[in-house]
């Protein structure tokens, strides 16, 4: 986008109008403050809680370990926006390295990064939670307002614009399949259909937290510190409530710390830090009982690669708008790893650093860059008996790191959905087809890509596994032996913590979370609304 193109910048015209905002790098002093209701983190949940609290008359304090990053500061620049608004700079990895996340840091969270994938928590998975977690309440028909109200929020609505050739690929093999497939809703009012949406939204069209729910409960006085990092909470005497949280202040850097702390104290805190930061927040506190930090799901992503004859420009145009269950309805919930197929937009650094093997095959494929389609398989974890997630656990510094074992049941799920991504790109038109594995090379019809397919080993940092979707590690469950927290995320022991974020979810969530995130979040702080009120 030209730099001498100028765009409205809502937010930073706010924080200009006196929006009480504090920039922790910018302190010179500890800061000591106080507050009726302390959010720690600015994703989904505590994006949605600060508003719904703060309309209340609540006095809320949001804390946001990144930084307040806005439209004027999106220049569609992968080099600028990894380091800038995700978690590690996009690199953040499991204990063994074999499983590569993208989480957002920054004000809004992964919303202010994601693809704007819009979908409900499935029925099939409700259910599920009702019948083996003790979850009833949580069923289809009592949740469906708390979805319509946030799809109301957030302007969720059906995707109008013709899918991007890299989306008509997957939709052209769905039909030569047979298989079921749709259209994906999307967050965003006026989208330009740039295709930039991971790098942040230039155009403020995407109704991210960052542009929505946070300037909302900016308007209504709640307050926003950035740049500070939540180290512990602060547990009262009686061990049965906190008085608040501590933590330090970062430097301009976003990452080095400015030797300035801070404390809060707060009425009733809520951690929405994220399914890593909420667990690991919890742990060096030492709080939250045995369940913390257990049973964490990230839908594990594998990929395939095609060539195709005509240019496919996957990097421009909404990233994703078709999308395919057929292969999440095959078996049962606790049978083989059903999966969920969609595309993801396909940028060079991104691409380069995620493509497997090296040297001139990796360089003569990015080369091929305007014609490459990507299609990606979503893997439903968290129903099969032998898919138990990973556990996040603390390195000797404190940060969090998450231990993701991967088994058999998974790998045969990675192998089933290459076999179904490759035979659909083939039946797209593609001209050849790779598998992401790093002992994989381009195959030229289905039948040879079937062949390599099933004689590749499944090991990890072999089979190129990414995921973007981090849920559970302080699950909601019916009894306190069973969970961290009850259906509205309060926590069992302490009376004045809840945590609001998609690591309350028992299982994963077998659809891109976004939208479960922000319906578990209202319900969750309506309630808690009315009980802070009462």
Known sequence: ?????????????????????????????????SCDVLIIGTGAGGGMTA????????????????????????????AKAYPELYQESASRKTADKAINILQGRTVGGSTTVN?????????????????????????????????????????????????????????????????????????????????????????????????TTIPGALQHKAGLLTRARVERLLPAADGKSLLGAEGRLLAADGHSLNGQQFSIKARHVVLAAGAIGSPAILLRSQLGGAQVGKRTFLHPVVVSGAVMPQR?????????????????????????????????????????????????????????????????????DGFHPDSQGGQVRLRQDGSPELDYPLNDVLWDGVRRSWLTMAELQFAAGARQVQVLHEQADLQSSWKAARAQIMQLPLKPLLARVVSAHVMGGAAMSSQPEEGVVDEYGRHWQLRNLSVIDGSVFPTSIGANPQLSIYAFALRAAHHLRDALNS
Request: a negative charge; hydrophobic letters at 40%.
């Open 1 to 33: 986008m030209s730099s001498k193109m100028s765009l409205p910048d809502p937010v930073a015209e706010g924080v200009a109008s006196g929006w009480r905002v504090l920039d922790g790098a910018a302190q010179t002093q500890d800061l000591q403050l």
């Open 51 to 78: 508003e719904v609290l703060a309309e209340a008359g609540l006095d809320v304090l949001m804390v946001e370990e990144g930084a307040l990053r806005t439209s004027r500061d999106f220049r569609l620049l992968e």
């Open 115 to 211: 693809w704007t994938s819009a979908f409900r928590t499935p029925a099939e998975t409700l259910n599920w939670w009702g019948e083996r977690y003790g979850l009833k309440s949580l069923n289809p028909q009592t949740m469906a307002p708390w979805f319509d109200l946030a799809e109301a929020r957030l302007g969720i609505a059906d995707w109008q614009t013709d899918p991007n050739p890299n989306n008509s690929v997957l939709e052209r093999g769905c039909q030569a399949l047979g298989l079921k497939h749709g259209r994906i809703r999307r967050n965003v009012r006026g989208c330009w259909n740039l295709g930039y949406c991971g790098m942040g939204c230039a155009t403020n069209a995407k109704q991210s937290m960052l542009v």
């Open 312 to 380: 496919i420009e996957a990097y421009n145009g909404a990233p994703q708008t078709v999308y395919s269950d057929h292969f999440m309805h095959t078996q049962p919930l606790d049978g083989p790893l059903g999966y969920k197929l969609e595309v993801p937009p396909v940028h060079p650094l991104l691409m380069g650093v995620t493509l497997s093997g090296f040297g001139a095959g990796s360089a003569g494929l990015m080369q091929q860059l305007p014609h490459l389609q990507v299609v990606l398989a979503l893997l439903r």
